[in-house]
């Protein structure tokens, strides 16, 4: 191999490689990546046990009719979905007796607390409420395979 080949060579194995890491990001994330922040999962914590723990229980054990939010059924009933699917369904249901009544904001510091229960890592960046980011990162059950 000349040296000149062995550069190209080089630099295409290189280059295929950022282009591989930038169509990983363009597709976008899942929950074991980090997405959302320590701190936002501890103000999730406070908000959590004053709207929700009254049916969902302080340790999110589920209480009767409300259902737990760790682990078990709970965090496959999402499996494979973008997390907007789970946001929609607390920003329209729940709390279940005033789902208007606690912002989108606050939601997600919520749901950032959910993924911290659930042994989801924090990141460097909040968990975001809108709907078209929140369709890019997808809920895996389980942390997928490196
Ligand atoms: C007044 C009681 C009550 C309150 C308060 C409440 N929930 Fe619920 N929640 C329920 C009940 C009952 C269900 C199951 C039946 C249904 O979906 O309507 C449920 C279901 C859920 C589910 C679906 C669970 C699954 O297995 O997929 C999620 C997620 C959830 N609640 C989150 C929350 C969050 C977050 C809060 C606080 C912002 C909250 N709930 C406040 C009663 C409540």
């Excluded at 929950?31 to 501890?42: C, F, K, L, P």
């Excluded at 229980?57 to 009767?64: A, T, V, W």
Aim: glycine share 8%; hydrophobic share 40%; with cysteine.
């Amino acid at each position: 191999m000349k040296l000149f080949d062995k550069i190209s060579a080089f630099t295409l194995i290189a280059l295929s490689g950022i282009f591989l890491q930038n169509s990983a990001i363009a597709q976008g994330a899942n929950v074991w990546d980090g997405v959302y922040t320590e701190a936002q999962a501890v103000r999730g914590e406070k908000l959590y046990q004053e709207r929700c723990s009254a049916c969902h229980g302080s340790q999110m054990q589920g209480i009767e009719e409300a259902p737990g939010l760790i682990q078990g059924a709970f965090v496959y009933n999402w499996d494979g979905m973008p997390v907007s699917i789970l946001f929609q369904r607390l920003r329209e249901t729940m709390p279940l007796d005033d789902p208007k009544g606690t912002s989108r904001k606050i939601k997600a510091d919520i749901l950032a607390f959910i993924m911290s229960e659930n042994s989801m890592p924090a990141g460097t960046r909040p968990l975001p409420y809108q709907n078209s980011q929140l369709k890019k990162i997808q809920w895996n059950a389980q942390k997928p395979a490196e």
